[in-house]
């Protein structure tokens, strides 16, 4: 990349849809940022055209192989501007992750003016309602046409935008979590720490298991030994015990959620103490019966925060905190997201322009 990027003009646009009423994922703008990569040039051909399907081999390494790995991230309006939230975060861990599946890197910088400038063609598209943002997906994916098992030589490098209906009934409305002790998401060593496409693939077996049993979400346990909690979904999972904010350390297979980084420097800035350690399910499942944990809850970029309110481990099911959101949830809920609507002063430097 580097090179100017080349955009091609839509004929028409299409009609902005009633965004309080879409399914997460299922509408996208009018352009899309693809750029490709071979050995001999590197990344080429930034171009900025309509959205539209890609023609694409039967072959495709990534479709047999799964080199493929991606990103997720908002834009938020605020007035007439709109605000990125640590946006190089998200290019600096795709390039962790791209790294980690023998993949190109990018150059996070150009990655970051290409946002820029698809966000400012599509600034329409960013809606302003409570808790609505325009969802961003940059992703990279092998396209060579060879069944051979190596690394591809050519990549697609691409970024999509689809506009996010913020929450139906309260922002904070508290989730059921199912502890899996059967499947796991990752192990250490493997690729768990990385945004890659299979790691999804890998969690949705137990995600229906959990949903059959009535429960919306999975809490993961670590791939070895099956006993330290992980994650929870996807998202990264903190609790509150005796006070402080406790989350799990990181430890190569969990995903280094930028909320998770987030969220333990706005906590330690407002004075909670946080503590990343190795969590055992017993002792979580312990603080749980006698009340030290009082608070449970996920945190990731889709929902900000969401509370844990009922948990079920082998065939039992406990109440947190009577099912309701928690204080220090609508605390750190209320400063992050009025950080990132730019309606609270941001000490960090997190929030940016587009
Ligand atoms: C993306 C992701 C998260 C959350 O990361 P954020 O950067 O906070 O959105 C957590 N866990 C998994 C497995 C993820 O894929």
Redesign the pocket.
């Known amino acids: 990349m580097g090179q100017t990027i080349q955009i091609e003009k839509a004929n028409s646009l299409k009609e902005k849809p009633d965004v309080s009423n879409i399914k997460f994922g299922t509408v996208f703008t009018d352009y899309m940022f693809s750029s490709h990569y071979t050995p001999e040039h590197g990344w080429e051909t930034p171009t900025i055209t309509p959205y539209k399907n890609l023609e694409l081999s039967p072959a495709l390494q990534s479709i047999h192989y799964g080199q493929s790995v991606f990103e997720?991230l908002k834009a938020y309006k605020s007035g007439d501007d709109i605000l990125l939230f640590r946006p190089e975060e998200?290019f600096k861990?795709l390039n962790r992750s791209l790294e980690r599946l023998s993949m190109p890197k990018i150059n996070e910088e150009d990655a970051i003016k290409a946002l820029k400038e698809l966000l400012q063609l599509e600034k329409d598209w960013v809606p302003d309602g409570p808790g609505q943002s325009l969802y961003i997906r940059p992703f990279v994916f092998a396209d060579e046409p060879f069944l051979g098992v190596r690394p591809s030589r050519t990549y697609r490098f691409l970024i999509i935008l689809s506009p996010v209906a913020g929450y139906s009934g309260a922002a904070l409305d508290p989730t059921s979590i199912y502890v899996e002790d059967e499947y796991v998401?990752a192990v250490r060593g493997g690729i768990g720490n990385a945004?890659a496409a299979g790691?999804?693939a890998a969690s949705l077996l137990a995600q229906q298991k959990a949903n059959n049993l009535g429960y919306e979400q999975v809490l993961w346990l670590d791939g070895v030994h099956q006993e330290y909690i992980e994650?929870v979904g996807?998202?990264?999972i903190f609790f509150v015990r005796n006070g402080e904010i406790v989350t799990p350390e990181l430890n190569g297979s969990i995903?280094e959620?930028?909320?998770?980084k987030s969220i333990i420097e706005l906590a330690e800035y407002k004075g909670y103490t946080v503590k990343e350690e190795r969590v055992h399910i017993d002792d979580f499942l312990k603080g749980v019966q006698d009340g030290s944990i009082s608070e449970v809850f996920g945190?990731?970029?889709?929902a900000v925060i969401s509370p844990i309110g009922r948990m079920n481990i082998h065939d039992t099911d406990y109440i947190i905190n009577d099912n309701q959101p928690g204080d220090v949830a609508k605390d750190l809920y209320d400063h992050y997201t009025e950080i990132q609507y730019g309606r609270l002063e941001d000490p960090f430097g997190w929030v940016q322009k587009a």
């Open positions: 997720g998200n861990r998401r945004k790691n999804y994650e996807s998202m990264n995903l959620g930028i909320t998770r945190a990731g970029t889709a």
